[in-house]
């Protein structure tokens, strides 16, 4: 599986903008970026994906590199309840081949909010 | 609720116990996956069934992790013989094939 790299952590203040980035440059042609985050004690959920245009909807943006090799995820103004773990993860378009759509997580980035 | 529910959602075992984890999918999700998430790491993957059938198992870790889904619903993560390094919490996530998961509140087993 395709590798991605987050920073460990990140720090946000309240109703501001939050930049999350992602560096993926061993993306293949038929990989899809995938967001998850993951809330203290709870499973992950899914946040966004795309595969080569911008992205929008109720939880986030995500913008994504001309080149593929770079993504960022948006949250446009942070909450106390947007405080998780951030994964972004590459995960194969075709479904119905060997990848079926497992889930490989990296470390992830740690997000804080601050009231 | 609507969700992905799992059971217990506390184990504590003895080493040497077998125990018996739960997920119930949400209803009509053909793909159910199975990660393993240890304290501060990310999920993962253990398994995973398309229905009743086990296409995946390369990520149970040893001999001793067995998975089932008999009816293509209910799936169970069985470990025989725990071993303090199985302590972890094991989460369980449903989907239409290739949509996306949706994960279950986890079950954490503490091995003593």
């Known amino acids: 599986d395709a590798k991605t790299t987050q920073p460990n952590s990140m720090e946000s203040n309240e109703e501001e903008p939050v930049h999350l980035p992602c560096n993926h440059s061993t993306i293949s042609g038929t990989d899809y970026i995938h967001w998850y985050r993951q809330l203290p004690s709870q499973g992950p959920e899914y946040v966004i994906h795309g595969l080569t245009s911008n992205v929008n909807n109720r939880m986030a943006s995500l913008a994504i590199a001309e080149d593929r090799k770079s993504s960022t995820l948006i949250l446009h103004r942070a909450t106390l309840r947007d405080a998780a773990v951030y994964y972004c993860?590459?995960?194969?378009?075709?479904?119905?081949?060997?990848?079926?759509?497992?889930?490989?997580f990296g470390q992830g980035t740690i997000l804080t909010v601050h009231p | 609720g609507a969700g992905v529910s799992q059971s217990p959602r506390y184990k504590v075992a003895k080493r040497g116990q077998d125990v018996a984890l739960r997920c119930d999918p949400i209803s009509g999700h053909v793909s159910l996956f199975w990660y393993q998430q240890a304290l501060g790491q990310g999920p993962e993957f253990l398994t995973y069934f398309q229905n009743e059938a086990q296409l995946d198992k390369s990520g149970l870790p040893s001999d001793r992790f067995f998975a089932e889904r008999p009816e293509g619903s209910v799936s169970t993560l069985k470990i025989q013989r725990t071993q303090q390094e199985d302590s972890a919490v094991y989460l369980c996530a449903s989907s239409v094939p290739g949509g996306e998961q949706f994960f279950g509140p986890g079950t954490r087993l503490t091995v003593l």
């Open positions: 993860i590459l995960r194969a378009f075709n479904a119905g081949g060997t990848s079926y759509g497992k889930l490989t």
